[in-house]
C-alpha cells in the first residue's frame, strides 16, 4: 500500500488550500450520463462489503529477512530492508503455494458477508500473480507454474461475488521503472539507469492491464496504487483510464492513478462525516500488515471490525478488509475467525447493510443508523437500561421491531419533546450490534443539534464540527482527533446546539499549539454572547491540554450556533482544537480581564515578524500529511510523517504547483542569499540549522509573512 509520504521542503504551501477542499465531485466516463454511472455503480453501492488480498513473494518473507525482524507492513520488506532484485527475484523459485484453494477463499469470502474481491496482481515488489506473456517474473517461473488469478475469478463467479484486481503502477523491480538509485529514491537499488525508460515502463504496465482485462472475463474493479512518484501527465493517466474503459466499460477504476475516477479510497481510518459528493471505500487491514507478516499478532476485535462495518456503511462507504494469506496458500486462521463472526452477524442483519444509504443523524449516543426508502436502522451498540431515546426525530412511525426478531412482534413507542422513545427488552439480542427497525411513512425530520448529557454539560467534539474555510479541517488520526490545519485566519468553526434551560455555562476547551505558533486571539461565540481569549503554546500540536476560558450567560433556552473564531493569527495556525465543553454552573465566573469584542480587534494586524524555523516545520508537517491525505493516504503508522527523518528516501510529486506563496518567496529569498535553492533542502532539521544560523532580523524592518494564501 502507501509510502511514508515524504516530498521536498519547498512544496509550496499554498497547495493547502487547494488540497483540503472538498474532494472533486463523482467522475463521469467519457460519453456517460449521470444516470448511466449510477447504474455502473449500482452494485457496488449495493455491496458495501468486500474482501481485499495482499499476496505474494513476500509472504515467504512473511516479515523477516535474514533471521531479522523487518519494521512496517510485510508486503514493503523489499524497500524496508533494502533488498536489492538480485538477491529478491530468486524467492520466486520458493514461491509454491500448494495449499491454495480458490474456493476455499471465496467460501471464507462469501460466508463473511462480502459480495467483492480485489486481490494483487501485481505490488510494488513487481511480482506478478498472472500468466503474464510480457514478463517471466510470475507464476510461470515459480514452482506451482499456474496462474492463481483465473481460478479466483472462476470460483467468485460461481459464488456470484465480484472480482476485481489491485495493480501497482510503481514497480522496484522492472528495469525501466524510474526514478530509483538516486539519494532521494530507493538509493540501495544499484541498478543503472541510463538506459532506463519510464514510457518504456508505461508501454509494460498497459500491455500488463490489457491480459488482466480482456483474459479473465468481466472485471469489477480496477484498483490502482503506487502512483505518489509522478503527476498524472507523467502517467498518461487519463490515455490509460481511456484504455481500461474502452476494454471493460462496466469496470470501476479508483482513484489512486492520480485522477479522481469512480471512488475515493480512505487508507486505515474512516472519515469523520464521510466524504461529500463522491463514492469512498475504507480500506483497512485486521492487524498492522497487508501482506502476511507472521509476528504481527495485534488483531482488531471481532466487535472492532463489525462496528467500523457498520460505521462506514452509516457515513454512506464500502469496507474493504484485508487478508494476507501465506506463502502456502492459506488464511490466516485469526482473520478466518473474524470473518466468520461477522458473517454470523450479517446473516440477521444484512438487510440494515446492504444496499442502504447513510444515516440522516449526525451522531447517536449509543451507535449508528442507516436508511432505505421507507425505513430507518437503528444500529444499537450501548443497550440502554429504560427506553431508546431516538433525539430530534420527527416522522410518521408505523411500526418498530428488532431485526433479529423472527415475529417481528411491534415494539412500543411514543413522543417526547421532540424525541422519539422506543421500549425495548431487557436484554439486547447482539452484545455488539442489535438492530431495531423503523417502518416510516413519508420522509423523516430529524433535528441533528447536539445536546447536552445527563448531567446537563455540552461536549462538543471535533469530528462533529461544521467547518468554514479553506484551510481549516478534520484531522482523523489517534493522536490528533482534532480541527487542525488552522492556517488562515478568516476560517472559522461551529456546532449546531440546543440548550434546554437559560443558565450560566462554563467554558473549556482542549487545545494545543506548537512552539513558535501562540498568541492567535479567538472569540467563542453563542448568539450574543462572546469570550474571547489567547493562544497559548503547548509546547506541540501533539500536546493537548484543557483551558477554562471563562463563562457564558444564555437567557433563554432553544437552538443557538456555537462559534469558535480567530480574531488575529501572528504565527502559522492558530491552534489545534479537539473538543469545547460547556458545563452548568451556578454563577458565572469573573473576568481575570475585561473581555475585547471580536469586531474591535478584525483590522488588528499581527506585529510583524519572520516565522521561525519551529513555525516553518510544523507547516511543512502538515502540508506533507496534508499530501498523503489527498491521495487516500494514511498519515498514521507506518504511513506516519514526521520531523527526524531524512526526505531522501522518497519523494512524492504532486500535480503541476501554483505559483510560490508569499511563505514560500521569503523562505526562498532567505536561503538563496546563503547561495543554497530551496529544493536542495534535504530535511527539516538541514533547514533549521540553516535558518538558526541567521542573524535575527528587525522586526520593524521584516514584512508581514502569510504561511497560507
Known amino acids: 500500500m502507501s509510502p511514508i509520504a515524504r516530498t521536498r521542503i519547498g512544496s509550496s504551501l499554498t497547495l493547502l488550500a487547494a488540497m ?120 510461470m517461473s515459480a514452482p506451482i507454474k499456474r496462474d492463481l488469478l483465473k481460478p479466483l475469478a472462476e470460483e467468485a463467479r460461481k459464488a456470484d461475488l465480484k472480482i476485481g484486481w489491485y495493480h501497482s503502477i510503481l514497480d522496484w523491480h522492472h528495469p525501466d521503472y524510474l526514478p530509483r538509485g538516486d539519494e532521494k529514491h530507493r538509493p540501495w537499488d544499484k541498478r ?89 471505500e475504507v480500506c483497512m487491514t485486521m492487524n498492522d500488515t497487508w501482506g502476511f507478516k507472521r509476528d504481527d499478532q495485534n488483531w482488531k476485535s471481532t466487535e472492532d471490525l463489525l462496528r467500523k462495518l457498520v460505521d462506514i456503511v452509516s457515513k454512506g462507504g464500502n469496507f474493504l478488509l484485508n487478508v494476507g494469506p501465506t506463502a502456502e496458500g492459506l488464511i490466516p486462521d485469526p482473520s478466518i475467525e473474524r470473518l466468520a463472526a461477522i458473517g454470523e ?78 421500549t425495548l427488552p431487557s436484554a439486547a439480542p447482539d452484545p455488539v450490534d442489535s438492530v431495531v427497525v423503523l417502518e416510516l411513512d413519508g420522509a423523516p425530520k430529524v433535528d441533528n443539534s447536539i445536546r447536552p448529557g445527563p448531567d446537563g454539560s455540552l461536549t462538543l467534539e471535533a469530528e462533529d464540527a461544521d467547518i468554514h474555510g479553506k484551510t481549516v479541517r478534520y484531522e482523523h488520526q489517534e493522536k490528533k482527533d482534532c480541527i487542525g490545519f488552522w492556517t488562515d485566519a478568516s476560517d472559522w468553526i461551529s456546532w449546531d446546539i440546543r440548550l434546554p434551560k437559560p443558565g450560566h455555562y462554563a467554558v473549556e476547551l482542549a487545545m494545543s499549539c506548537g512552539v513558535g505558533s501562540g498568541g492567535s486571539r479567538y472569540a467563542v461565540s453563542i448568539g450574543g454572547a462572546s469570550l474571547t481569549a489567547t493562544v497559548a503554546e503547548t509546547g506541540d500540536f501533539l500536546n493537548f491540554t484543557s483551558v477554562t476560558l471563562g463563562s457564558l450567560t444564555v437567557p433563554k433556552e432553544g437552538h443557538f450556533t456555537l462559534s469558535v473564531k480567530p480574531i488575529t493569527k501572528p504565527g502559522l495556525a492558530v491552534m489545534d482544537l479537539r473538543r469545547v465543553v460547556l458545563k452548568p454552573i451556578e454563577e458565572p465566573i469573573p473576568q481575570k480581564k475585561a473581555a475585547v469584542s471580536p469586531t474591535s480587534e478584525l483590522n488588528k494586524k499581527p506585529k510583524p515578524r519572520k516565522p521561525t524555523a519551529a513555525e516553518i516545520e510544523a507547516a511543512l508537517r502538515r502540508d506533507r500529511e496534508a499530501e498523503a491525505m489527498k491521495l487516500g493516504e494514511s498519515p498514521t503508522g507506518r504511513h506516519a510523517i514526521r520531523s527526524g527523518t531524512s526526505a531522501a528516501s522518497l519523494k512524492l510529486q504532486l500535480r503541476p504547483r501554483p505559483k510560490l506563496s508569499e511563505f514560500d518567496r521569503k523562505l526562498s529569498e532567505r536561503l538563496e542569499k546563503k547561495g543554497i535553492k530551496l529544493e536542495d533542502v534535504e530535511s527539516f532539521e538541514a533547514l533549521q540549522k540553516i535558518l538558526a544560523d541567521e542573524e535575527p532580523s528587525e522586526p520593524d524592518k521584516q514584512a508581514p509573512v502569510s504561511p497560507a494564501e
Open 192 to 280: 543503472p539507469t541510463d538506459q532506463a525508460d519510464f514510457n518504456r515502463y508505461l508501454e509494460y504496465m498497459k500491455g500488463q492491464l490489457r491480459e488482466l482485462l480482456t483474459n479473465y472475463g468481466d472485471i469489477a474493479v480496477v484498483w490502482f496504487d503506487g502512483g505518489w512518484e509522478h503527476t498524472p501527465e507523467e502517467l498518461h493517466s487519463s490515455e490509460v483510464v481511456g484504455m481500461i474503459r474502452a476494454l471493460q466499460p462496466n469496470t470501476i477504476i479508483n482513484n489512486r492513478i492520480q485522477i479522481p475516477q469512480d471512488f475515493d479510497t480512505p487508507e486505515q481510518y474512516i472519515p469523520a462525516t464521510g466524504i461529500p459528493g463522491r463514492d469512498w
Open 345 to 422: 452477524w450479517i446473516r440477521t442483519n444484512g438487510e440494515s447493510v446492504y444496499g442502504t444509504q447513510a444515516s440522516p443523524f449526525r451522531r447517536l449516543p449509543w451507535g449508528r443508523a442507516t436508511a432505505k426508502a421507507g425505513q430507518l436502522y437503528l444500529h444499537v451498540f450501548d443497550w440502554p437500561s429504560g427506553p431508546l431515546v431516538v433525539p430530534g426525530f420527527e416522522a410518521m412511525v408505523t411500526k418498530a421491531y428488532l431485526l433479529a426478531d423472527p415475529s417481528r412482534a411491534a415494539l412500543p413507542i411514543q413522543t417526547e419533546g421532540g424525541d422519539l422513545l422506543i
Open 20 to 139: 483540503l477542499c472538498m474532494a472533486p465531485l463523482s467522475t463521469l466516463a467519457a460519453g456517460e450520463s449521470p444516470a448511466e454511472r449510477d447504474q455502473r455503480m449500482a452494485w457496488w453501492r449495493e455491496a458495501k462489503f468486500g474482501m481485499f488480498i495482499h499476496w505474494g513473494l513476500y509472504a515467504i518473507h512473511a516479515g523477516n529477512w535474514r533471521g531479522n525482524p523487518v519494521r512496517d507492513a510485510g508486503e514493503w520488506i523489499m524497500f524496508n530492508a533494502q533488498i536489492p532484485v538480485v538477491e529478491y527475484e530468486p524467492f520466486v523459485r520458493r514461491f509454491n503455494p500448494t495449499r491454495y484453494d480458490p474456493a476455499e477463499w471465496v467460501r471464507i469470502a462469501k460466508d463473511a458477508g462480502m459480495k467483492y474481491i480485489v486481490i494483487t496482481s501485481k505490488h510494488h515488489d513487481g511480482f506478478c500473480l498472472f500468466d503474464s506473456k510480457l514478463t517471466d517474473y510470475d507464476v
